[in-house]
């Protein structure tokens, strides 16, 4: 799947592309639980696109990484589209 091809409240078989940019990560405590959360930025031939990094998957990339995404969820957060691993999904660092 390429980013131009996301849609909001849709799943995302796969996808893969090099991490543009990384935000610091923040802490944050819920009812779950509580964790680190980052934002970044996947880039593919097609756009571009913000990912949710969480927990271990903060450490997991940087710059110049590339990644794939696999049986994530994309959803739309003022107004724009991210996407995330939810809870099946995996992100996986590629050579």
């Known amino acids: 799947m390429d980013i131009k091809d996301l849609k909001p ?5 796969s996808i893969s592309g090099e991490i ?5 990560p923040r802490e944050f405590t819920n009812f779950r639980g509580s964790g680190r959360v980052a934002n970044a930025v996947l880039k593919d031939d097609s756009g571009e696109v913000k ?6 998957q903060v450490d997991q990339v940087t710059i110049g990484s ?7 969820w994309c959803k739309e957060y003022r107004g724009e589209l991210q996407v ?12």
């Open 20 to 24: 543009t940019s990384v935000e610091e």
């Open 9 to 13: 409240n849709a799943s995302v078989d």
């Open 66 to 72: 590339k990644v794939v995404i696999e049986n994530g």
């Open 51 to 56: 990912i949710t990094l969480w927990n271990e």
């Open 84 to 95: 995330s691993t939810g809870k099946f999904g995996t992100l996986k660092a590629i050579e």
